[in-house]
């Protein structure tokens, strides 16, 4: 099967223009159009499906028959003409002269909800859609440096496919070189978001599509995805894991390290500071313009603010400025409405200093959706980024060195010991 023509961006600000039709709301005031240049082109290419999802018939049926689909049938180009497009190269600039890693991780949750639509579709007007929402992040790892003014594209695909879950892979590639082909680009960040189904009308998980892999790389990449979607079941219905001697060792030593600065700060460890010094925090009142087709607020926003506010904390915690390496884990756990008030807290969880050319700070960013009236605050999301310092911000500071982080209270601590857990746990994997 010949893959589709892929489906090229272009600046807000010079946005492809549509059929004028008095009868129907222009693309322009739909949902969810005014996060990146990449939602206007998705929302473009799948104008009818949108169109069904936003205004499905009354009292519609749901998908009667499941059907089997093959990854190409979903799979999708995302193609960035930075070199000859001024405008769109400077709505993703940042101040190194790459790609603005927030507003990327945005259009990669929108291109991943757009195949999973694409994939769940029967195709037919007359049943009702289902609710495809972001469940969790599996990871996000940046391979390389993304330059702002070479061409870019993003391949994505659906690998895996549950009852009600779907996997979506997709990967950033980039040429080394300005002159080089695009036969010969290279991968430059890898992602994997996992969207689940529910019932637009029921709100109870809904069963999807079939998926039938045709490669051998599509069926690797299906035993891989199953893997780690039986690991997450196992994770969910586990008793909390006890930590062995070595592990209870290394806490008490932290806990004692920590009353030394409650206690004692001025006999305190110069090299260490307490995790409760590294924290930052953010507010906003979730607007209707960054909400997606179903109401609710953006995945793809959300993860733009928590990396924002978890790069802020990386800078004013090295004094350098920081480098990011990766996502590790995004947890989707309520969704967040237009009007809701949102808190961003943040903090370095933990450092990784054993190799001194690539020191680590790990960043841990959770949103709280916070109700004044009824005196609640929940947790809605959570992040997991990881950082280290820019080369060139290095060198120029031979005297670098970063803080160890020590907590204070054994929650704290625990869940130290728990997030390293995870990430063992995942580089095994």
Known sequence: ???????????????????????????????????????????EARSKIFESLLDPPKDAPPQSQLLTRTPSHSRTTIFYPFSSDFILREQYRDPWNEVRIGILLEDLDALAGTISVKHCSDDDSTTRPLLLVTASV??????????????????????????????????????????????????????????????????????????????EVEKLLFEEAEARNNLRKKKRGGDRREFDHGECKKLKAWLAEGRIFS?????????????????????????????????????GFLMHRAFELAFSTAYTFAGLVPYFLEVDHVDFLRPVDVGDFLRFKSCVLYTQLDKLDCPLINIEVVAHVTSPEIRSSEVSNTFYFKFTVRPEAKARNNGFKLRNVVPATEEEARHILERMDAEALHLSK
């Not at 070479?150 to 996997?167: F, N, P, Y």
């Not at 695009?182 to 529910?198: E, H, Q």
């Not at 995790?275 to 979730?286: A, D, F, Q």
């Open 1 to 43: 099967m010949n893959s589709p023509r892929p489906i090229s961006v272009v600046s807000t600000f010079a946005s492809p223009s549509s059929p004028c039709d008095s009868t129907k709301k222009p693309l322009s005031l739909w949902p969810g159009m005014y996060h990146s240049p990449v939602t206007t082109a998705l929302w």
């Open 138 to 215: 599996h990871k996000i790892v940046l391979k390389k440096p993304i330059c702002v003014d070479i061409d870019l594209k993003i391949v994505a695909s659906v690998i895996w496919v549950g009852r009600s879950s779907i996997e979506i892979q997709l990967e950033v590639m980039q040429s080394e070189l300005k002159d080089v082909k695009a036969s010969s680009d290279s991968v430059a960040l890898t992602a994997n978001f996992i969207f689940v189904a529910r019932d637009s009308k029921t709100g109870k998980a809904a069963p999807i599509n079939r998926l039938s892999p045709e490669t």
């Open 263 to 299: 206690d004692m700060p001025a006999l305190a460890d110069r090299n260490s500071i307490l995790l409760k010094n590294t924290r930052l925090e953010n507010s906003l009142i979730c607007q209707p313009q960054q909400r997606n087709i179903h109401g609710r607020i953006f995945g």
